[in-house]
């Protein structure tokens, strides 16, 4: 993947999930609140779950 393609997935993820990485922030260091936790942390979309879809719909198609 070319780096400008590369730095534009990974800005794009980081704007998308902003919000949530900053709940998260705020309630990983809290043992209480784990399993609300994890449920936020499941909303954060990563450059791996882009890459994975990419490779999932080239290969159906």
Partial sequence: MPSGLAERLYRACWHTSEPTIAALRAW???????????????????????????????LTN
């Fill in 28 to 58: 990983r260091d809290d043992p209480l609140q784990y399993a609300q936790y994890m449920e936020v942390a499941d909303q954060v979309t990563t450059p791996g779950d882009i890459l994975r879809a990419a490779v999932a719909r080239a």
